[in-house]
């Protein structure tokens, strides 16, 4: 693993000797998260290793109370002060700990954790990079319902792409999405909706976080990598958006979700029973968690749908909810969710921009 430590730490977040650098893991990924931190030692930069399990997880959901849930923790924040960049390798072993878990206490737990992590590090431009090749289990692919050799092989391809092939791919569709004033996306499954794009400027997710990506704020990065992302003017969203692609999500698989737009804003929230559990959260949620947070294409050639990276398949068009300063939004919300719709068509002005899920231009 040194080799792939020694990648995502002076390529992927450009790691200095004036870092200070958080490495979030599980007892699963020990190993790789020895290594980022051997490997940022190398570099001069000072490292802290920060363990989770599954066991801690599920303790802090049973037993603190909601209005504990809702407020930052003051370790988890003092890391984000403290960071000036950090790693997230993998996720719990076993995600089915997250079903025994209340929709009010999911709710309450992002809320607090949006607060002492992801808010403060936009705030003071920490980098991130999410190592999702560790989330590879098998209770999670158990989980899932997913073939767990395939899931590897595919994340380990994925992962492959090189930054520099998504990076020309991203760019070059940013390019058309600066200068679009409305998009429309439609699908066989009765997906159509249109939002509106002007003054927004997309930003291109290639797995890296350099300087003009820091200058952009797009401080955080994942691998794999490979998309494109605008978000639209929040109020603009008007149509329905069916997502039949599985969505992982808190050790459920969602299979069919159908979300409504009225006037920029949510107004119908349904689907199957995975899908109705996600809603109970969403009720539960707070801020600007009903309008339209981001845009996004697809790009990396050998990532899959189906798995939980539907977002980087490349064609795949990709509607989210919720909050979106990350990518230069108004929504402050501590929801967020995506919904990715397969063989669309996105329409940019009159030109296909996607055409049945592939790439046009």
Not at 164 to 179: N, P, Q, S, V
Not at 274 to 290: C, P, R, S, W
Not at 332 to 356: H, Y
Request: proline letters at 4%; hydrophobic letters at 45%.
């Amino acid at each position: 693993m040194s080799k792939l430590a020694e990648n995502l730490v002076r390529n992927c977040l450009r790691i200095r000797s004036t870092d200070n650098v958080t490495v979030f893991f599980y007892p699963h990924n020990m190993a790789l998260a020895e290594d980022i931190a051997t490997e940022c030692f190398r570099v001069g930069a000072d490292a802290l290793l920060n363990l989770y399990t599954d066991a801690y997880y599920t303790a802090y959901l049973k037993y603190l109370p909601v209005e504990s849930l809702r407020q930052p923790s003051v370790y988890c924040r003092g890391l984000t002060e403290l960071s000036t960049a950090q790693f997230w390798v993998g996720g719990a072993y076993d995600p089915s700990i997250f079903r025994k878990a209340s929709a009010e206490k999911l709710a309450a737990a992002d809320e607090g954790e949006t607060a002492a992590h992801f808010d403060l590090a936009r705030e003071r431009k920490v980098r991130g990079l999410s190592v999702d090749l560790g989330l590879a289990t098998a209770p999670r692919a158990k989980a899932y319902g997913f073939p767990l050799a395939r899931w590897k092989r595919m994340m380990t391809q994925a992962s492959s792409v090189s930054a520099a092939k998504l990076a020309a791919d991203g760019k070059r569709l940013a390019a058309k999405l600066d200068t679009t004033a409305k998009a429309r996306i439609t699908a066989p499954n009765g997906t159509n909706l249109e939002v509106a794009l002007a003054g927004r400027r997309a930003q291109v997710f290639d797995g890296v976080v350099d300087d003009e990506d820091i200058a952009a704020g797009a401080l955080s990065a994942s691998i794999p990598a490979g998309s494109v992302s605008v978000a639209p003017q929040e109020t603009s969203a008007h149509g329905i958006v069916v997502g039949s692609v599985p969505s992982p999500w808190a050790g459920r698989s969602i299979r069919r979700l159908r979300w409504e737009f009225r006037d920029g804003r949510l107004t119908a929230f349904d689907g199957d029973a995975n899908a109705k559990a996600l809603a109970a959260v969403y009720a539960n949620a707070t801020g600007d968690k009903d309008r339209v947070a981001g845009l996004s294409i697809g790009l990396n050639p050998k990532a899959a749908l189906g798995f939980l990276q539907n977002a980087i398949v490349r064609g795949a068009v990709t509607i989210g909810v919720g909050a979106n300063e990350d990518l230069g939004g108004v929504n402050k919300s501590s929801f967020f969710f995506p919904v990715t719709v397969p063989n669309a068509t996105l329409e940019i002005d009159g030109l296909s921009l996607v055409q049945n899920g592939r790439i046009a231009v």
